[in-house]
Protein backbone atom coordinates (compact mmCIF):
# COMPACT_ATOMS: atom_id res chain seq x y z
CA UNK A 1 0.00 0.00 0.00
CA UNK A 2 1.53 3.37 -1.04
CA UNK A 3 2.55 5.97 1.78
CA UNK A 4 0.44 8.83 2.52
CA UNK A 5 0.62 12.57 2.90
CA UNK A 6 -1.45 15.61 3.66
CA UNK A 7 -0.88 19.35 2.33
CA UNK A 8 -1.20 21.99 5.12
CA UNK A 9 0.03 25.52 3.50
CA UNK A 10 -0.79 26.52 0.48
CA UNK A 11 1.68 30.09 0.99
CA UNK A 12 4.55 29.59 -1.63
CA UNK A 13 4.74 28.03 -4.93
CA UNK A 14 7.35 25.63 -3.41
CA UNK A 15 4.03 23.29 -2.74
CA UNK A 16 4.02 22.60 -6.53
CA UNK A 17 7.10 20.85 -6.67
CA UNK A 18 6.24 19.34 -3.11
CA UNK A 19 3.61 17.91 -4.32
CA UNK A 20 4.51 16.29 -7.43
CA UNK A 21 8.08 14.83 -6.78
CA UNK A 22 5.96 13.02 -3.50
CA UNK A 23 3.80 11.50 -6.25
CA UNK A 24 6.32 11.37 -8.58
CA UNK A 25 8.10 9.12 -5.86
CA UNK A 26 5.20 6.39 -5.07
CA UNK A 27 3.44 8.16 -2.60
CA UNK A 28 -0.51 9.48 -2.33
CA UNK A 29 -1.60 12.51 -1.67
CA UNK A 30 -4.89 12.55 0.63
CA UNK A 31 -6.16 15.94 0.13
CA UNK A 32 -4.96 19.73 1.46
CA UNK A 33 -6.10 22.23 3.18
CA UNK A 34 -7.11 25.18 0.91
CA UNK A 35 -6.48 28.25 3.14
CA UNK A 36 -4.20 30.60 1.84
CA UNK A 37 -2.21 33.83 1.94
CA UNK A 38 -2.02 34.09 -1.46
CA UNK A 39 -4.89 32.99 -3.95
CA UNK A 40 -2.91 32.90 -6.67
CA UNK A 41 -0.85 29.74 -4.83
CA UNK A 42 -3.84 28.36 -4.32
CA UNK A 43 -5.45 28.59 -7.78
CA UNK A 44 -1.88 27.09 -9.38
CA UNK A 45 -2.28 24.08 -6.90
CA UNK A 46 -6.21 23.45 -8.30
CA UNK A 47 -4.90 23.71 -11.81
CA UNK A 48 -2.23 21.48 -11.46
CA UNK A 49 -3.83 19.14 -9.02
CA UNK A 50 -7.69 18.68 -10.36
CA UNK A 51 -8.09 15.50 -8.71
CA UNK A 52 -7.08 15.95 -5.34
CA UNK A 53 -9.52 16.57 -2.95
CA UNK A 54 -9.87 19.94 -0.67
CA UNK A 55 -10.26 19.13 3.22
CA UNK A 56 -12.45 21.69 4.65
CA UNK A 57 -10.32 21.71 8.30
CA UNK A 58 -6.80 20.82 8.94
CA UNK A 59 -7.60 18.71 11.85
CA UNK A 60 -8.82 16.47 9.13
CA UNK A 61 -5.64 15.25 7.75
CA UNK A 62 -3.79 15.68 11.03
CA UNK A 63 -5.94 12.94 12.60
CA UNK A 64 -5.91 10.56 9.51
CA UNK A 65 -4.69 7.55 10.65
CA UNK A 66 -3.96 6.21 6.97
CA UNK A 67 -1.82 9.77 6.49
CA UNK A 68 1.98 9.18 7.37
CA UNK A 69 3.70 12.51 6.05
CA UNK A 70 2.58 16.13 6.46
CA UNK A 71 3.61 19.03 3.60
CA UNK A 72 4.14 21.93 4.06
CA UNK A 73 4.60 24.87 2.37
CA UNK A 74 2.91 27.34 4.92
CA UNK A 75 3.93 31.14 5.72
CA UNK A 76 7.66 30.52 7.30
CA UNK A 77 6.76 31.77 10.51
CA UNK A 78 3.57 29.47 10.87
CA UNK A 79 5.67 26.22 9.59
CA UNK A 80 7.44 25.05 12.94
CA UNK A 81 3.99 25.06 14.63
CA UNK A 82 2.24 22.95 11.62
CA UNK A 83 5.12 20.52 12.07
CA UNK A 84 5.02 20.51 15.65
CA UNK A 85 1.60 19.48 15.25
CA UNK A 86 1.93 16.80 12.93
CA UNK A 87 4.51 15.06 14.52
CA UNK A 88 2.60 15.34 17.89
CA UNK A 89 0.25 13.34 15.45
CA UNK A 90 2.39 10.72 14.88
CA UNK A 91 3.32 11.64 11.44
CA UNK A 92 6.94 12.57 9.47
CA UNK A 93 6.73 16.53 7.98
CA UNK A 94 8.36 17.05 5.08
CA UNK A 95 8.78 21.52 5.02
CA UNK A 96 9.72 23.79 2.50
CA UNK A 97 12.98 25.83 3.49
CA UNK A 98 13.22 27.53 5.58
CA UNK A 99 11.81 25.29 7.92
CA UNK A 100 11.54 27.99 10.90
CA UNK A 101 12.06 31.34 11.50
CA UNK A 102 13.59 31.84 15.24
CA UNK A 103 15.14 30.34 18.22
CA UNK A 104 12.04 29.51 19.86
CA UNK A 105 10.83 27.39 16.88
CA UNK A 106 14.22 25.49 16.93
CA UNK A 107 13.90 24.35 20.20
CA UNK A 108 10.19 23.33 19.60
CA UNK A 109 10.71 21.00 17.25
CA UNK A 110 14.00 19.53 18.49
CA UNK A 111 12.21 19.02 21.98
CA UNK A 112 9.10 16.99 20.11
CA UNK A 113 11.27 15.16 17.20
CA UNK A 114 13.17 13.75 20.34
CA UNK A 115 9.68 13.16 22.42
CA UNK A 116 8.61 11.40 19.34
CA UNK A 117 10.57 10.30 17.25
CA UNK A 118 9.22 11.76 13.51
CA UNK A 119 11.07 12.94 10.79
CA UNK A 120 11.55 16.91 10.18
CA UNK A 121 13.13 16.95 6.84
CA UNK A 122 13.56 20.32 4.80
CA UNK A 123 13.60 20.36 1.33
CA UNK A 124 16.68 22.40 0.24
CA UNK A 125 15.49 22.44 -3.20
CA UNK A 126 18.99 23.91 -4.44
CA UNK A 127 20.84 20.90 -3.65
CA UNK A 128 17.86 18.42 -3.53
CA UNK A 129 16.29 19.44 -6.96
CA UNK A 130 18.94 20.27 -9.19
CA UNK A 131 20.55 16.90 -10.80
CA UNK A 132 23.89 19.46 -11.12
CA UNK A 133 23.92 19.74 -7.29
CA UNK A 134 24.08 15.72 -7.11
CA UNK A 135 26.57 15.15 -9.78
CA UNK A 136 28.91 17.26 -8.04
CA UNK A 137 28.66 15.45 -5.01
CA UNK A 138 29.20 12.18 -6.55
CA UNK A 139 32.59 13.71 -8.10
CA UNK A 140 33.53 15.11 -4.90
CA UNK A 141 33.00 12.06 -3.21
CA UNK A 142 35.09 10.19 -5.80
CA UNK A 143 37.81 12.31 -5.10
CA UNK A 144 37.75 13.91 -8.29
CA UNK A 145 39.41 17.09 -7.03
CA UNK A 146 40.86 16.49 -3.83
CA UNK A 147 40.05 17.62 -0.89
CA UNK A 148 37.46 20.32 -0.73
CA UNK A 149 38.62 23.40 1.42
CA UNK A 150 36.10 25.75 0.23
CA UNK A 151 32.75 26.62 -1.49
CA UNK A 152 31.00 29.72 -2.63
CA UNK A 153 27.62 29.88 -3.11
CA UNK A 154 25.85 32.29 -4.88
CA UNK A 155 21.82 32.94 -4.50
CA UNK A 156 20.38 35.92 -6.84
CA UNK A 157 16.74 36.19 -6.70
CA UNK A 158 14.14 37.55 -8.69
CA UNK A 159 11.68 39.83 -6.78
CA UNK A 160 9.00 39.79 -8.65
CA UNK A 161 7.53 42.49 -6.85
CA UNK A 162 4.03 42.28 -7.68
CA UNK A 163 3.17 38.48 -7.52
CA UNK A 164 4.25 38.19 -3.54
CA UNK A 165 1.81 38.36 -1.01
CA UNK A 166 1.73 40.82 2.31
CA UNK A 167 3.90 38.32 4.42
CA UNK A 168 6.89 38.00 2.07
CA UNK A 169 7.95 42.08 3.15
CA UNK A 170 7.62 41.51 6.94
CA UNK A 171 10.75 39.72 7.98
CA UNK A 172 9.07 38.74 11.17
CA UNK A 173 6.80 36.15 8.93
CA UNK A 174 9.92 35.08 6.40
CA UNK A 175 12.63 35.13 8.95
CA UNK A 176 15.02 37.45 6.64
CA UNK A 177 17.22 36.72 4.12
CA UNK A 178 19.46 34.89 5.33
CA UNK A 179 17.58 32.52 7.05
CA UNK A 180 14.64 32.48 4.20
CA UNK A 181 17.65 31.84 0.91
CA UNK A 182 21.13 31.43 2.36
CA UNK A 183 19.78 28.42 4.68
CA UNK A 184 20.39 26.58 1.15
CA UNK A 185 23.90 27.51 0.74
CA UNK A 186 24.73 26.57 4.60
CA UNK A 187 23.33 23.03 3.67
CA UNK A 188 25.60 22.73 0.72
CA UNK A 189 28.92 23.85 2.48
CA UNK A 190 28.07 21.31 5.53
CA UNK A 191 27.73 18.60 2.45
CA UNK A 192 30.37 19.66 -0.04
CA UNK A 193 33.25 19.86 2.97
CA UNK A 194 31.85 16.78 5.71
CA UNK A 195 31.93 19.58 8.18
CA UNK A 196 31.14 18.48 11.81
CA UNK A 197 31.98 21.94 13.38
CA UNK A 198 30.87 24.63 11.67
CA UNK A 199 30.49 28.14 12.34
CA UNK A 200 29.44 31.42 11.49
CA UNK A 201 32.50 33.51 11.31
CA UNK A 202 30.81 36.62 9.71
CA UNK A 203 27.14 38.01 8.44
CA UNK A 204 25.56 41.34 7.22
CA UNK A 205 22.41 42.32 5.18
CA UNK A 206 21.96 45.01 3.13
CA UNK A 207 19.03 47.47 2.37
CA UNK A 208 19.70 48.86 -0.88
CA UNK A 209 17.24 49.75 -3.02
CA UNK A 210 13.87 47.83 -2.46
CA UNK A 211 12.89 50.23 0.04
CA UNK A 212 10.40 50.31 3.11
CA UNK A 213 12.90 48.11 5.30
CA UNK A 214 13.27 44.93 3.32
CA UNK A 215 16.52 43.26 3.12
CA UNK A 216 17.72 43.25 -0.64
CA UNK A 217 21.44 41.69 -0.19
CA UNK A 218 23.40 39.15 2.50
CA UNK A 219 26.20 37.23 3.07
CA UNK A 220 28.08 35.15 5.27
CA UNK A 221 31.57 33.72 5.99
CA UNK A 222 31.65 30.81 7.32
CA UNK A 223 34.27 28.16 9.05
CA UNK A 224 34.68 24.62 10.33
CA UNK A 225 37.17 22.81 11.13
CA UNK A 226 38.24 21.96 7.71
CA UNK A 227 36.73 23.73 5.21
CA UNK A 228 35.92 27.84 4.95
CA UNK A 229 32.30 29.01 2.91
CA UNK A 230 31.40 32.07 0.95
CA UNK A 231 27.76 33.15 0.82
CA UNK A 232 25.90 35.99 -0.99
CA UNK A 233 22.36 35.95 -1.87
CA UNK A 234 20.14 38.87 -2.99
CA UNK A 235 16.55 40.11 -4.70
CA UNK A 236 18.44 42.08 -7.91
CA UNK A 237 17.72 39.57 -10.55
CA UNK A 238 17.38 42.13 -13.76
CA UNK A 239 14.86 41.59 -15.87
CA UNK A 240 16.51 40.76 -18.40
CA UNK A 241 17.76 37.50 -17.19
CA UNK A 242 15.56 34.44 -19.00
CA UNK A 243 14.93 32.69 -15.22
CA UNK A 244 14.46 34.02 -11.65
CA UNK A 245 17.99 33.44 -10.99
CA UNK A 246 22.49 32.65 -11.55
CA UNK A 247 22.57 30.73 -8.88
CA UNK A 248 26.09 28.88 -9.13
CA UNK A 249 28.02 27.35 -6.34
CA UNK A 250 31.89 26.96 -7.03
CA UNK A 251 33.73 23.83 -5.06
CA UNK A 252 37.33 24.46 -4.45
CA UNK A 253 39.26 21.30 -4.09
CA UNK A 254 43.11 20.87 -3.80
CA UNK A 255 43.10 18.93 -7.00
CA UNK A 256 40.67 21.09 -8.97
CA UNK A 257 37.56 22.76 -9.25
CA UNK A 258 33.87 22.68 -9.53
CA UNK A 259 31.93 25.33 -10.95
CA UNK A 260 28.20 24.66 -11.28
CA UNK A 261 25.67 27.10 -12.73
CA UNK A 262 22.52 25.70 -12.09
CA UNK A 263 19.47 27.83 -13.83
CA UNK A 264 21.49 28.71 -17.25
CA UNK A 265 24.51 29.13 -18.81
CA UNK A 266 24.70 32.85 -19.02
CA UNK A 267 25.39 33.30 -23.12
CA UNK A 268 25.91 29.96 -23.94
CA UNK A 269 24.68 26.31 -23.83
CA UNK A 270 20.99 25.91 -23.70
CA UNK A 271 19.01 24.15 -20.72
CA UNK A 272 19.89 24.11 -16.96
CA UNK A 273 21.97 21.73 -14.70
CA UNK A 274 25.82 23.28 -16.17
CA UNK A 275 28.59 21.39 -14.63
CA UNK A 276 32.29 22.37 -15.53
CA UNK A 277 34.93 20.67 -14.03
CA UNK A 278 38.60 21.60 -14.45
CA UNK A 279 41.39 19.09 -12.76
CA UNK A 280 44.80 18.08 -13.54
CA UNK A 281 43.86 16.53 -16.79
CA UNK A 282 41.91 19.65 -18.23
CA UNK A 283 39.07 21.16 -18.39
CA UNK A 284 35.39 19.40 -19.13
CA UNK A 285 31.26 20.59 -19.49
CA UNK A 286 28.73 17.89 -18.04
CA UNK A 287 25.56 18.26 -18.78
CA UNK A 288 23.55 17.26 -15.93
CA UNK A 289 20.19 18.56 -16.87
CA UNK A 290 17.40 15.30 -16.74
CA UNK A 291 19.04 13.45 -14.47
CA UNK A 292 17.27 11.23 -11.58
CA UNK A 293 16.51 13.51 -8.56
CA UNK A 294 17.11 10.96 -5.31
CA UNK A 295 15.88 13.09 -2.17
CA UNK A 296 11.83 12.38 -2.60
CA UNK A 297 12.08 8.88 -2.92
CA UNK A 298 14.73 8.76 -0.28
CA UNK A 299 12.61 10.51 1.78
CA UNK A 300 9.58 8.46 1.14
CA UNK A 301 11.65 5.15 1.62
CA UNK A 302 13.00 6.65 5.12
CA UNK A 303 9.18 6.92 6.52
CA UNK A 304 8.54 3.56 5.47
CA UNK A 305 11.77 1.96 6.92
CA UNK A 306 12.47 4.55 9.48
CA UNK A 307 16.05 5.44 8.39
CA UNK A 308 17.59 8.59 7.78
CA UNK A 309 18.96 8.25 3.80
CA UNK A 310 17.50 11.50 2.55
CA UNK A 311 19.34 14.07 4.80
CA UNK A 312 20.16 12.89 8.38
CA UNK A 313 17.86 14.46 10.91
CA UNK A 314 21.00 16.66 12.55
CA UNK A 315 21.77 18.05 9.49
CA UNK A 316 18.80 19.79 8.99
CA UNK A 317 19.01 21.23 12.33
CA UNK A 318 22.06 22.27 12.05
CA UNK A 319 20.96 24.28 8.73
CA UNK A 320 18.27 25.78 10.69
CA UNK A 321 20.22 26.43 13.54
CA UNK A 322 23.07 28.52 11.51
CA UNK A 323 21.17 30.33 9.48
CA UNK A 324 19.19 31.47 12.61
CA UNK A 325 22.75 32.42 14.02
CA UNK A 326 23.65 34.44 10.81
CA UNK A 327 20.51 36.68 10.75
CA UNK A 328 20.89 37.51 14.53
CA UNK A 329 24.39 37.87 14.41
CA UNK A 330 24.18 39.98 10.62
CA UNK A 331 26.05 43.77 10.35
CA UNK A 332 23.81 45.93 8.50
CA UNK A 333 25.50 47.12 5.47
CA UNK A 334 23.31 50.25 4.23
CA UNK A 335 19.94 51.21 5.15
Known amino acids: ?149 QT ?11 LRPGWFWDAATYGGILVDIASHQIDQFIVFTESTRPEIAFASVGKYAVGNGFEDFGEIVLRSECASGYIRVDWFTPDGLPTWGDGRLTILGTEGTIELRKYLDIEGRPGTDHLFLAD ?38 TVCRLALQAQAQAVPTAG
Open 152 to 162: VGLGPHRLNRP
Open 1 to 149: MALRFGVIGLDHRHVYELTQYLIDAGMECAGYWPVTSDPGVLEGYRKRFPGLPEVAEQARLLEDPTIQVIVTAAIPRDRAAIAVAAMRHGKDVLVDKPGLTDFAQLAEVERVIAETGRIFSVCFSERFQTPSTAVALELVRSGAIGRVV
Open 280 to 317: RKGTSHIACEGRKLTYFRDFAADVRDRTETAMPQAHAL
